[in-house]
């Protein structure tokens, strides 16, 4: 029997009663939103009215809003529905759980509190790029501010919001450009799962991060937050209420972030098929588990800085101000602790993307994979150690600056493996040029130039010199843009046809690479250049001996923004008129390419056996045929069914 | 990769996965054991995060008392010919007092009795003992956890400092807050706990909930002692 003729059990055309669902099916974004804004007025009007002689937009007032919001939003969304029903021993039926996964509820589940996994990766794919759309924009304005040395079009003040805003909206985005989307949708089917482990709490983990996008959001009718993306103490406990809804965003972003990694990592440990062994894992799951494990060990340290920030804001703590008996420092350590495995946190699992997309378009099996497995396990546990190495230059503990330096300087070798293991995967392979191709070149390319000049940094003489100027900016832009965010692009790229059963056209997507590929390099030579010049971060009017460099710096910028513009065309025309997508039309080798396009609702209409690894390239098929390399002239002529016949074809 | 395919099969034979979870749906072989072994991990995954939380606590409270940033960590070094600055700018004229170790202690021995009782719970479940013995100690252990929040609240009233004075009072009360979070939210569970196993849900040796509670209710307690410890030696 082979799966086509195995009885399909479509579980998306059951039919089921009108009652199913119970309250999800009263509930969408819209009565989030309405709940988000009525608790919010009510703790709004509750709390200045409790508060006699408070301003509307003092710290408690501003603070109690934006936690009426969030729980309002998510009691409306259906968030607590489930633990609600769980509370009250009302468990929920057969039905009802169908209806949430979105059974009969066609295009509108996706504005809904919906537990399919490839739901909520379409879901969080959206949000990123939505993210990404602000982000960019404010980018655009800074540029647009610093092509000249007195610029009005922005004050000074608002300039400094714009720059800290646009840096945490950049990193919340980054964080979940691949976890969000792919570990949801792909990861899954990749491991032989019908969904994530607990597939409420998957749900849950999307509508509590978009719940925390509003106070971010309403930071710039809130005074602003001028204190940059790492927000500083004293600056911090002295900027305007905008610091609480920035701290509220962020707390609430860390139970998000610590739910996901949970469940993902259960997932993968107990929801895999048979056969599915740990050494046969694809290399992006592994990344995923890795980033997962570091989010949730790392992510405490950014509660607990935030929750102290809110305190002394709110109720006049003292642990970040020096004059009531606080330090500048203790926020800067809990900040770091967080914040460079941050870094690992949003650049591993787009690495991991990136060396399928290479194992399959080189057509070859993964070079090095127990090597790479190891590599990305030891970035995780070093980059755990490396944190001070953020505040050489702020006198904390100067005894430690060599310690710090070294295991900074550590952490690039098992950089460097991983780097040399995604060039030993497309050495002498076949490689087939397609779209997503192009851009894991273009990786190579710009995370060679991130990863040599963040050594510079993590030496303290050069520290010195750099600290606080655009070469930094530069670096962590090559790293974290040119590395991590290209990554994702290839990925994106990759797992596109799956996703929305869709190909992507290659000529508009080649345009937006060579558009994006040269805008990066403009963009941030520009602003190596001024760091060799000294030019500070974060000012809204300079010297004008750093003019031309500038100059250079907001052309790249125009036209790297350029290039994502028709990124996004291309992405947005390909989901919509692109030419529909078989199965399979990388004839790449692991699971999620087995199973048809759409998806189904359980993933596989069969239960799959594994019985080899997911990159045996040149390999014969169990039934006896030889695998065909593509041509890489020949456009792929797709169809609704498989290229081939899903291998294999056996049942146990 | 290679792969063969299975049929999906019969759906599980286990009563409780009927309508529990979409893989149920599904008709996911999942046994009861797969389905333990998930809630255990996940558990264990954020006691582990939990933990990280608490060692940033510790963190917080003997990097600041080291520190001792112009003698404000309890104001050692304020008098009246030299009076420090508080929150509000007020100034300090003395040094801060020790909250009064009494209720610390009350609250981690409130918790750690309640963690008790709710393993009683478990053993009660697992031993298919009567419904009302599983919901009374269950019952029992929410009564413990509340009267720890209410001696709290009383706490709270009777300290002799507040969030502005020092970082000593600051950091004394963020543990008590973080305390209470967590005392909130393991309420919320036990409550769940007595009101299913009062409907019944936990007869027929269905007791892998009230375990995976049970392991919380422990961590709970260890973590509240450690902090209560913190707070009474090391003032």
Not at chain 1, 116 to 130: E, S
Request: net charge neutral; aromatic share 12%.
């Amino acid at each position: 029997m082979t799966i086509a003729e195995a009885p399909p059990i479509l579980l998306e055309n059951t039919p089921i009663s009108n009652v199913a669902g119970g309250l999800y099916r009263r509930q969408n974004a819209l009565t989030g939103l309405i709940g988000g804004i009525v608790l919010g007025f009510i703790g709004w009007i509750v709390s200045h009215q409790l508060l006699q002689g408070s301003n509307w937009g003092s710290d408690m007032v501003v603070t109690v809003t934006m936690v009426g919001w969030v729980i309002g939003f998510n009691l409306g969304v259906g968030t607590f529905n489930a633990p609600a029903r769980w509370m009250l021993g009302h468990d929920q039926s057969y039905e009802d759980e169908l209806y949430a996964a979105g059974v009969t509820q066609g295009k509108t589940r996706y504005w809904k509190f919906c537990t399919d996994h490839k739901v909520v990766g379409t879901q969080y794919l959206v949000l990123v790029m939505v993210l990404f759309g602000i982000g960019g924009t404010l980018a655009m304005m800074m540029r647009t501010q610093l092509i000249t040395a007195h610029s009005s079009f922005l004050s000074p003040n608002s300039y400094n919001a714009i720059v800290s805003i646009h840096g945490m909206v950049m990193i919340i985005a980054t964080i979940i450009m691949v976890t969000g989307p792919f570990t949801n949708f792909i990861m899954p089917i990749m491991i032989g799962a019908k969904d994530m482990a607990f597939p409420r709490l998957n749900a849950m983990s999307f509508w509590v991060v978009v719940s925390a996008i509003p106070p971010l959001l309403a930071t710039f009718f809130l005074g602003g937050v001028d204190a940059g993306w790492t927000t500083y103490a004293p600056l911090s406990v002295q900027a305007p209420a905008a610091m609480d809804a920035f701290s509220m965003t962020m707390i609430v972003f860390v139970i998000s972030v610590t739910i996901a990694g949970v469940n993902t990592i259960v997932t993968l440990f107990t929801m895999r098929a048979k056969g599915m062994t740990l050494g046969r894992l694809p290399i992006f799951t592994w990344a995923s588990l890795v980033g997962a494990a570091l989010s949730i060990y790392a992510m405490p340290a950014l509660l607990i800085a935030f929750t102290g920030m809110i305190s002394d804001r709110v109720v006049g703590t003292s642990f970040f101000v020096a004059a009531q008996g606080g330090t500048g420092w203790l926020w800067e350590n809990a900040f770091w602790i967080f914040g460079h495995p941050e870094v690992y946190i949003i650049l591993i699992p787009p690495v991991g993307a990136l060396l399928e997309v290479a194992s399959t378009f080189a057509r070859k099996a993964l070079f090095g994979y127990k090597v790479t497995i190891a590599a990305f396990t030891a970035v995780a546990a070093l980059s755990l150690m490396v944190w001070a190495h953020h505040m050489f230059t702020t006198g904390w503990a100067p005894d430690l600056a060599g310690p710090f330096m070294v295991t900074t300087e550590l952490i690039s070798i098992p950089t460097g493996i991983i780097f040399l293991c995604i060039i030993g995967t497309i050495w002498k392979g076949s490689i087939w040029t397609r779209l997503p191709m192009f851009f894991v070149y273009l990786f190579l390319w710009n995370f060679i130039i991130g990863g040599v000049t963040g050594i510079y940094l993590s030496d303290v003489p050069a520290d010195n010199f750099f600290h606080g100027d655009m070469f930094v900016t530069a670096h962590f832009h090559y790293t974290l843009l040119g590395g991590a965010m290209i990554a994702a692009i290839a990925g994106l790229c990759y797992w596109f046809p799956k996703i929305t059963g869709r190909m992507l056209n290659e000529r508009i997507g080649k345009t937006a690479f060579w558009i994006i590929a040269i805008g990066i390099q403009i963009t941030y030579f520009g602003q190596f250049w001024e760091g060799f010049q000294g030019m500070p971060r974060r000012v809204a009017y300079y010297d004008p001996i750093f003019l031309h460099a500038n100059q250079v710096t907001s052309i790249g910028g125009y036209l790297l923004m350029s290039g994502f513009l028709v990124l996004l065309y291309c992405l947005l025309n390909g989901w919509r008129h692109g030419k529909p997508a078989s199965a399979n039309p990388w004839h790449a080798k692991s699971l999620e390419w087995k199973v048809p396009t759409p998806v189904p609702l359980v993933n596989f209409l069969v239960d799959p056996v594994v019985t080899s690894d997911p990159y045996g390239f040149g390999e014969p098929e169990p039934d006896g045929t030889e695998v065909e390399l593509p041509d890489p002239d020949r456009e792929l002529v797709p169809t609704l069914s498989s290229d081939r016949p899903v291998t294999g074809g056996e049942v146990l | 990769m290679t792969v063969t395919t299975t049929d999906q099969g019969e759906p599980s034979e286990d009563p409780q996965d009927d309508g529990r979870s979409i893989e149920a749906v599904a008709g996911h072989h999942e046994s009861r054991e797969q389905r333990h072994f998930k809630e255990r991990l996940a558990l264990w995954l954020l006691i582990g995060g939990d933990l990280v939380f608490l060692l940033m606590e510790l963190f917080f409270w003997f990097y600041l008392r080291a520190l001792n940033t112009n003698g404000m960590w309890r104001g050692s070094a304020c008098s009246k010919a030299n009076p420090c600055t508080d929150g509000l700018g007020n100034p300090i004229t003395s040094e801060v007092a020790k909250a009064n170790p009494a209720y610390t202690l009350i609250i981690a021995g409130l918790v750690v009795l309640a963690a008790l009782v709710i393993w009683r719970a478990e053993v009660a479940s697992r031993n298919q003992e009567k419904r009302g013995v599983i919901s009374g100690t269950a019952a029992l252990g929410l009564v413990f956890l509340l009267a720890a929040v209410v001696v709290q609240c009383l706490q709270f009233g009777k300290l002799p400092f507040t969030t502005i004075d020092g970082s000593y009072a600051s950091t004394f009360i963020f543990f008590m807050g973080s305390t209470l979070g967590h005392l909130l939210l393991l309420s919320f569970l036990i409550f769940a706990v007595w009101n299913r196993a009062r409907r019944g849900k936990y007869d027929g040796g269905h007791w892998y909930q009230v375990r995976v509670n049970r392991v919380f209710a422990v961590w709970i307690a260890i973590s509240t002692c450690v902090l209560a410890l913190v707070m009474v030696l090391f003032a």
